[in-house]
Nanobody, 122 residues
Framework: VQLQASGGGLVQAGGSLRLSCAAS????????MGWFRQAPGKEREFVAA????????YYADSVKGRFTISRDNAKNTVYLQMNNLKPEDTAVYYC????????????????WGQGTLVTVSS
């Protein structure tokens, strides 16, 4: 599986962005998917995960109520809707895929996409 993330950019605090991660391959629907982020000088951290069916979602406490992960298996794409963005959300965001949901939550995955930069100005 190859992953291509897009949708990052510069936004003011309180604004919104939607990230997309397009996957190649016909087995996309069998993978659990996740989003991670890495801020300058910090380690990469878990943001959100979604099961292969889309029926289960998980979020880091720091983004609960503001971010929504979703997927469209017909389009081989996973999304991250980010609302009420804060300066501390500034980071490079990465999508990830793995057959195991726990692996996605832990960031121990088979596949990573390239990052997309999100910058939130105050």
């Amino acid at each position: 599986v190859q992953l291509q993330a897009s949708g990052g950019g510069l936004v003011q605090a309180g604004g919104s962005l939607r990230l997309s991660c397009a996957a190649s391959g016909r087995t996309f629907s069998s993978y659990h998917m996740g989003w991670f982020r890495q801020a300058p000088g910090k380690e990469r951290e878990f943001v959100a995960a979604i099961s292969w069916s889309g029926g289960s979602t998980y979020y880091a406490d720091s983004v609960k109520g503001r971010f929504t992960i979703s997927r469209d298996n017909a389009k081989n794409t996973v999304y991250l809707q980010m609302n009420n963005l804060k300066p501390e959300d500034t980071a490079v965001y990465y999508c990830a895929a793995d057959p195991g949901l726990s692996a996605v939550e832990l960031g121990i995955v088979d596949y990573w996409g390239q990052g997309t930069l999100v910058t939130v100005s105050s």
